[in-house]
């Protein structure tokens, strides 16, 4: 693959400054000053029509005077006249614009006309935008400052990607203070054109970013914005600050889940998905960057404290437990070790008070004990200056020991260097050692909950399922019959005979459930199901029944039963006069001593579609508000991590008098509900409470349901933010000598198949593929080639058994251009068996998965001398024709 496509904006050999001038304080005279001042590497030619000369250089009057390619051109002039300069760059072969000038997107104002035009005659000429309305872009490395920011940024190794300029500006500043460099600065301002995803997919590949940090305000596309996330993540740290909720959608929620749900609980689930860590404050932001960037990989949550003041050790112990971290237990052998080597009077336990005058050999001793513990994930040092402390001493054991090359290297050692004037030096060691350091507790344990969250984020990231996740496949055809009989009848509220009829087609147990339309006939129902039944009203209006007094339980003869149904209608009547009834429910009444009330519920953000939330549930879910949330597709991990964030998991082990609960048939049930979102994508919001769940098993005792038209795409699961593994491109095949083949998408687990399959290739196949000398894939390469989203690319492995070990015979694999319409294909083939038909099979495989994704054309390059490929690609009837930029490379096309 060539160059990326936003090099011309990241990396310009040229740029125009449209506006430059030499009024003072203009936007105009700021760009062009700062890139002047910061030594821009490339060619640079301010445009200005009233003016020769611009701060000492020659102007010109239009960019068609510029007899020169230009590759950006930077536009900070009046908003009447951007969409002209757009036509004006496109014809003079401008690839690249970042639009600095705001007035543009007002709906109903003459901006939104602007904008489209704008937008229209970049599209146009294949022009990419930033902006507008934003500060610009920085690459300090190039001395690229197209921003009017008063300032410069330092060179370094974080990308910052921000959607407001103010905070740019602010944390521009923050950042020059406190000695942080960037590798890129970019505005994203209104996003018209460039979003999030492409610069992400820019940001990923460059080797001078080694993290990624973000301020969001809203996401427009979550499909796109979520791949991005993914394919950054995998690679690269990506830390963000998100603010604002977005509006919950409609007020009058028809069900507790809609009700409970908030834009900010979604945002948290899916960044944690997708291997993000989200902070709070701008400084969170950059010590959470630190910290990633020395290598620490807690395996848990479990922080010792090493202090030698009682009040610092309990303020972080606090901190820990307000964040939900653990304070470690020490092991026997770590308490008797120190036992040894600290006063008589230390505490025995964590925090690890090391006493007041502790000089530098206690704190080595208790640090390094830390930090060999197995039950230790972390370890927080903390120093007050007392009249036996030697900071700078101490400060040097601890970098001594986070530079030891151990084990336990790995494990988090942060320090707490408290008070001012008595520990600068010691600080100083830590900046120059780049060690994190802190000056209270606090924000030196939410780092270490930061670090914890982000390998956590990064297992959830591993995780691909596909869309079922049982053996046993659910009825989806009747479930979508039942919802189709709702909608021809104008409905979107499901009966309860419905709604558990859905639930019942995805094998979820539910309770047997009749309805009654008078008196008499609620008498022979019960008297079929058995006493004790309960009665519930049956309206499609009524989302809290028990509110409007449409339940009444344990009616445990025929009287009671005739009194309760007149009981009902009139409370329900007198409650909610408006309300439709259809008649009374009844079931038989479920008597589960060692029941605990859940609720599983589904509903339709604005933002990510489809979330499946689990909790406690009955009668008083909105106010316990104990939930979690998580977005679809789920897999038996993520149904684990998902139960373990409630505080009513703690409930479902052994508890007081009650047995355990079975918990594998909770986890079922939620997997059953993550199939329901997969495969009906009319299904906008659903209760099942409660769920009532004993040692024998789990039970839907009621269940609504609320569906939604939508319309029909070719894409299956584009209601969907996350992808699921495509599980349907699974294929077998027999190759001519009679190997048996499995032809399937990649899977994370893959990168031990992957890393040995391209080490056996021979030299040659490895150069026709990667055209370089790679020898051996790094762990970011394994991690690219595995960690897919399936939305944005495709891999197809050939593999089979060999002495019951799966070996990789070969793979196939596309990725889609940014026009969303083709794709650029490569593959390679084990060397053994060459000639034998599995190339062909699986381009065919492949090509069949692109038509079906709704791509128009796939191209690839193959090298001149790469015969083998170029016969295949003839068989294939690709058009094959010599690259225009590299006469050794063919570029090889097809039509879909």
């Known amino acids: 693959m060539g160059k990326h496509y936003l090099n011309p904006l990241f990396a310009p050999k040229s740029v125009a400054v449209f506006g430059a001038s030499d009024r003072p304080d203009s936007v105009g005279q700021i760009v062009f000053q700062n890139m002047l ?8 030619y301010p445009i200005n029509s009233k003016h020769p000369e611009v701060q000492g250089q020659r102007a010109y009057a239009s960019i068609a005077e510029i007899l020169q390619p230009v590759e950006l051109v930077v536009i900070a002039t009046p908003p009447q006249t951007v969409p002209g300069i757009i036509e004006e760059c496109g014809i003079h072969g401008v690839k690249a614009a970042v639009i600095i000038t705001a007035g543009f997107g007002e709906v109903g104002s003459e901006g939104a006309s602007l904008e489209r035009q704008l937008l229209e005659n970049a599209q146009r000429y294949n022009i990419r935008l930033i902006g507008p309305n934003c500060l610009g872009i920085m690459r300090p490395s190039i001395g690229l400052n197209a ?32 000695d942080v460099g960037f590798s890129s600065v970019v505005s994203m301002g209104s996003s018209t054109d460039v979003d999030f995803g492409e610069i992400l997919d820019y940001l990923v590949s460059d ?5 990624i940090l973000m301020y969001i305000e809203g996401v427009r596309n979550a499909r796109s914005f979520m791949s991005a996330l993914r394919a950054a993540a995998r690679i690269k740290p990506v830390i963000l600050v998100k603010v604002g909720r977005h509006p919950a959608g409609s007020k009058a929620a028809m069900s507790h889940t809609a009700s409970l749900v908030g834009a900010d609980d979604v945002f948290d689930a899916a960044f944690s998905r997708v291997g993000v860590v989200r902070v709070q404050t701008v400084t969170q932001l950059f010590t959470a960057a630190r910290a990633l960037s020395c290598g620490f990989r807690p395996k848990g949550n479990r922080l010792a404290i090493v202090t030698n003041g009682g009040g610092p050790g309990v303020m972080a112990a606090d901190r820990a437990s307000d964040l939900g971290l653990a304070m470690a237990t020490l092991s026997d052998a770590s308490v008797e070790y120190l036992n040894q080597h600290l006063p008589a009077n230390w505490p025995h336990c964590n925090p690890v008070d090391i006493i007041g005058d502790a000089q530098a050999d206690r704190y080595y001793h208790a640090v390094k004990t830390c930090l060999d513990d197995e039950n230790v994930d972390g370890v927080l040092a ?5 009249a036996m402390t030697k900071p700078l001493e101490s400060a040097q054991v601890m970098i001594e020991l986070a530079n030891t090359d151990t084990d336990n290297h790995s494990k988090p050692l942060l320090t707490c260097w408290m008070g001012e004037t008595q520990v600068a030096e010691a600080r100083d060691a830590f900046t120059k050692a780049h060690l994190p350091h802190f000056r209270t507790p606090e924000p030196a344990v939410e780092v270490f909950s930061h670090l914890y969250e982000y390998y956590r984020s990064q297992k959830l990231l591993m995780q691909m399922p596909g869309p079922l996740s049982h053996h046993v496949e659910p009825d989806v055809e009747s479930a979508r019959l039942i919802i189709e009989g709702a909608m021809q009848e104008h409905r979107k509220v499901l009966t309860e005979m419905e709604s558990k009829a859905l639930l019942a087609a995805f094998n979820i147990p539910v309770a047997r459930t009749m309805v009654a339309h008078s008196p008499g006939e609620a008498l022979l129902i019960a008297q079929q199901l058995g006493f004790p039944v309960a009665m519930k009203v049956n309206s499609p209006d009524i989302t809290h029944k028990s509110d409007a007094g449409g339940v009444v339980l344990n009616l445990n003869n025929a009287h009671e039963v005739r009194a309760a149904y007149q009981h009902i209608i009139d409370n329900v009547q007198h409650n909610r006069p408006n309300a439709t009834m259809n008649g009374i429910s009844i079931e038989p009444m479920i008597v589960k001593p060692n029941g605990r009330e859940l609720m599983i519920g589904v509903t339709s953000d604005p933002v990510f579609g489809p979330v499946i939330t689990f909790g406690a549930g009955g009668t008083s879910v909105e106010i316990m508000g104990d939930r979690a949330v998580a977005l679809p597709p789920l897999n038996a991990f993520l149904v684990k991590d998902m139960i373990g964030r409630t505080h009513i998991s703690k409930m479902l082990c052994a508890f007081r008098n009650m047995a355990p609960a079975r918990i594998e048939a909770l986890e079922d049930v939620l997997l ?14 659903m209760d099942i409470n409660p ?21 029909p795409s070719a894409d299956r699961y584009a209601h969907m933010a996350i992808y699921p593994y495509p599980a349907q491109l699974v294929s077998e095949w027999q190759m001519a000598d009679g190997t048996d083949i499995t032809i399937r998408p990649i899977r994370p687990e893959d990168a031990v198949l992957v890393k040995k399959f391209v080490h056996d290739l021979s030299d040659e196949s490895k150069y026709f593929r990667f055209m370089n000398s790679v020898q ?20 197809l492995v050939a593999v089979t058994e060999e002495e019951g070990i799966e070996v990789e015979l070969g793979v196939a694999r596309y990725a889609i251009n940014p026009d969303g319409n083709t794709c650029e ?3 390679v083939i084990a060397d053994k068996v060459g000639g034998k038909g599995l190339g062909q099979k699986l381009m065919i495989s492949l090509m069949e998965a692109a038509r079906n994704k709704g791509l128009s054309t796939i191209e690839g390059e193959v090298l001149n001398n790469n015969h083998r490929m170029l016969k295949l690609m003839t068989r294939l009837g690709f058009n094959i024709k010599t690259s225009e930029e590299d006469p050794s490379v063919m570029k090889v096309t097809k039509p879909l």
């Open 776 to 795: 051996e894939l790094t762990e970011d390469m394994l991690a690219r080639l595995t960690q897919l989203d399936y939305s944005r690319e495709m891999a």
């Open 37 to 44: 001042q910061c030594g821009f590497k490339g060619t640079l």
């Open 672 to 685: 059953r509900v993550s199939e329901m979102v997969c495969e009906l994508p009319l299904l906008k919001e």
């Open 382 to 386: 903390i120093l007050t200056p007392q």
């Open 691 to 711: 769920l009532i769940l004993d040692e024998n098993g789990a039970l839907a005792a009621d269940a609504r349901v609320v569906v939604e038209y939508r319309q």
């Open 147 to 178: 921003t009017f920011n008063k300032g410069v940024a330092n060179n370094g190794n974080i990308a910052l990607i921000s959607q407001s300029g103010a905070l740019c500006t602010a944390i521009l500043d923050w950042a020059n203070r406190n």
């Open 825 to 827: 294909f490569a593959l």
């Open 207 to 211: 080797p001078n970013t080694r993290s």
